[in-house]
């Protein structure tokens, strides 16, 4: 069964894109991720102009992190005043990453920029996460508990002006860290066509201290906003977001993500996050793959975006 | 209390997405029933968009007109196509068009005899398009060398009773715009990257091949048939990724190399219904469109974690 999208311009087999969604679903639900580090990439690689892919999966980001969202608040693991100021900083990013697509396709490098940002913080995420889960996996193994890194005392993120006090996450430290962090993500998840949470998530903890049990869900928070954005600024600026593949991806994951998630009741922490690792690090080398290999065809064409070249 | 903001919610969800897919389907049934009715033919139709007129056209100057003594008439062209419109629908995935006229006042004794060659060729919309080439920085592929043309036929097809070198000479092919070698393409100066002229040629070669492999560019050196002493037809099949926009058809009456008549005609590609909605909607109304997209995701958000009643990290 095929669908002509309306956007994408192009016929698809709707059976396919449904099945990838669910797929990315189940993994994401396993993982407690959002999965756009996946999708964004099997898109662009199932022939998806990298432009629309970005755009739509912002909107299907956007589905699959409210429940999310919803759920943590309703257990008040939502730390708003943080999430507030993580969330202006995010829409500044959005809006300059927007923007940001739009220059870099106008001059040809937009492929080129998705690919360098995806092989960057998915090869220092995917490197970072498998180092910590496979030293908490030797030491289970070898009867030691698995020591947890304390929160350390005062260091320089805590000395910048422009004091704020976050009560649900009992601290007292400057707007300026959290604001830049939500920027950086806003940023990156308008260019990559992630949520960010894979960034947001390690920066609270190690960067900011938060505690463990509001970080996800303030970063949930910050994440269904800020994507929001990015849906309706890609709309408008690029005209790359389409409805209807947005939709499939929507109901394939959606039903993914609740397998995932039975899945994933079934492993343990570090077990998941050394396959996840894996997985990151995965994506990461058939991106750069794709960079390094000869071209089949050194010679592409496209349309012209924008005024000039 | 938190059961029944689970209840509203999941019925909040459901709603936005019922809404949504429920207008979609409902232009899609409406669609399909204004099509079905378009696809009766009826008298009360008008002429210029139904395919019954042009038929009727044809078969009027189908048999064999009787040749004057006095003064041998000249061989003329008539032709058409099977559909002049074409809908994009959200089901399009390519349609076939046939191509079909007649030589007035053949003068060759069978369908095989060869005297005529007929050249079709049908053209897209002359668009902007640029040209890019890789090229390996320490390691890495990347676009250094880019070329922007100006006007390039989004699609372009040419069918032959025989191959065009053997039809006629380079310069009437030039002259008509007729064959890969001869499209139309104007580079825009000042808006290169990192090209001299000298790679022009190459670009060009470039844009024809990249054209080729995805079906927009299309030649069949023997997809012109006679089927009489003055009939023929050619069949082309549009890919699903064919622009949308007028496609114009060019005849061509070829007798020993020399052009003799020409005719012309033309195929609309129109964005119907669901698509054309969409499309209007993402180009004309980009923020509401945004907007809705976004509505639709959080409904779905919403309507999934009610029906699976799942508390999600």
Redesign the interface.
């Known amino acids: 069964m095929n669908f002509y999208l309306p956007i994408a311009e192009m016929s698809v087999n709707v059976v396919v894109f449904l099945g990838m969604g669910g797929a990315v679903g189940f993994l994401s639900g396993m993982f407690g991720v959002g999965g756009g580090f996946l999708m964004t990439p099997l898109l662009i690689f199932s022939g998806i102009p990298a432009a629309v892919a970005v755009g739509t999966e912002a909107a299907q980001i956007v589905a699959s992190s409210v429940s999310g969202a919803i759920a943590q608040w309703r257990r008040n693991n939502v730390d708003v005043k943080m999430g507030t100021v993580l969330l202006a900083g995010g829409v500044v990013g959005s809006v300059l990453g927007v923007e940001m697509v739009k220059l870099l396709r106008q001059i040809g490098q937009f492929d080129f920029f998705v690919s360098l940002a995806y092989v960057t913080f998915l090869g220092i995420i995917g490197a970072l996460m498998l180092m910590e889960s496979a030293n908490t996996i030797r030491k289970t193994r070898q009867g030691k508990p698995a020591s947890v890194r304390r929160p350390g005392q005062h260091i320089w993120v805590h000395k910048m002006p422009l004091k704020m006090r976050f009560h649900r996450s009992k601290l007292y430290i400057s707007a300026i860290p959290p604001f830049a962090i939500g920027g950086f993500v806003g940023f990156l998840g308008a260019i990559m066509g992630v949520g960010g949470g894979f960034i947001m998530v390690p920066a609270m903890i190690y960067l900011l201290r938060v505690p463990t049990n509001v970080v996800v869900g303030t970063s949930l928070f910050q994440i269904v906003f800020v994507t929001g954005l990015t849906t309706i600024l890609h709309a408008t600026q690029n005209k790359t977001v389409d409805v209807v593949l947005a939709m499939l991806l929507m109901v394939g994951g959606v039903i993914g993500a609740q397998f995932g998630a039975v899945a994933g009741q079934k492993l343990k922490g570090e077990q998941l996050r050394f396959l996840l690792a894996g997985l990151v690090l995965l994506v990461c080398v058939r991106i750069a793959w794709s960079m390094v290999a000869a071209p089949a065809d050194e010679y592409s064409i496209s349309d012209v975006v924008g005024g000039r070249r | 209390m938190?059961l029944n903001?689970r209840v509203l919610?999941g019925i909040l969800g459901a709603v936005v997405m019922v809404a949504?897919m429920a207008m979609m389907i409902g232009i899609e049934i409406a669609e399909a029933q204004r099509r079905q009715r378009s696809a009766q033919p009826g008298p009360a139709r008008d002429g210029a968009g139904s395919p019954a007129a042009p038929v009727e056209q044809i078969q009027r100057t189908q048999p064999p007109q009787p040749v004057p003594a006095a003064a041998v008439p000249r061989e003329t062209v008539q032709a058409d196509v099977s559909s002049r419109s074409v809908a994009?629908?959200?089901?399009?995935?390519?349609t076939e068009i046939v191509v079909f006229g007649a030589v007035d006042h053949s003068r060759q004794p069978t369908a095989e005899a060869g005297l005529y060659d007929i050249v079709i060729v049908l053209e897209g919309t002359p668009?902007?398009?640029?040209?890019?080439?890789?090229?390996?920085v320490a390691?890495?592929?990347?676009?250094t060398h880019?070329i922007?043309f100006e006007s390039v036929p989004s699609y372009y097809t040419i069918l032959s009773t025989r191959p065009l070198d053997e039809v006629t000479n380079p310069l009437v092919l030039r002259e008509n715009d007729i064959g890969f070698d001869y499209v139309r393409m104007t580079p825009i100066q000042g808006?290169e990257?990192g090209v001299t002229t000298a790679d022009l040629q190459e670009?060009a070669e470039?844009?024809v091949?990249?054209?080729q492999?995805d079906g927009l560019f299309v030649q069949e050196e023997y997809g012109v048939v006679f089927i009489g002493r003055s009939l023929f037809r050619a069949s082309v099949n549009l890919p699903?990724?064919v622009p949308v926009g007028p496609l114009d058809v060019r005849v061509y009456l070829f007798r020993d190399g020399n052009i003799l008549s020409t005719y012309t005609a033309r195929v609309r590609l129109e964005?119907e219904g669901?698509?054309l909605l969409?499309?209007n909607f993402?180009?004309n109304r980009?923020?509401l469109?945004?907007?809705?997209?976004?509505t639709?995701?959080?409904g779905?958000?919403?309507?999934?974690?009610a029906a699976?009643r799942?508390?999600?990290?």
């Open positions: 938190s903001w919610r949504a994009v629908t959200s089901s399009f995935t390519g668009t902007r398009l640029v040209a890019r080439r890789k090229s390996n390691g890495i592929w990347i676009n880019s922007t808006w990257t670009f470039a844009v091949r990249l054209k492999r699903a990724n964005r669901l698509e969409l499309h993402a180009f980009p923020l469109y945004g907007l809705f997209t976004v639709i995701a959080v779905a958000g919403l309507a999934a974690s699976f799942r508390n999600a990290r």
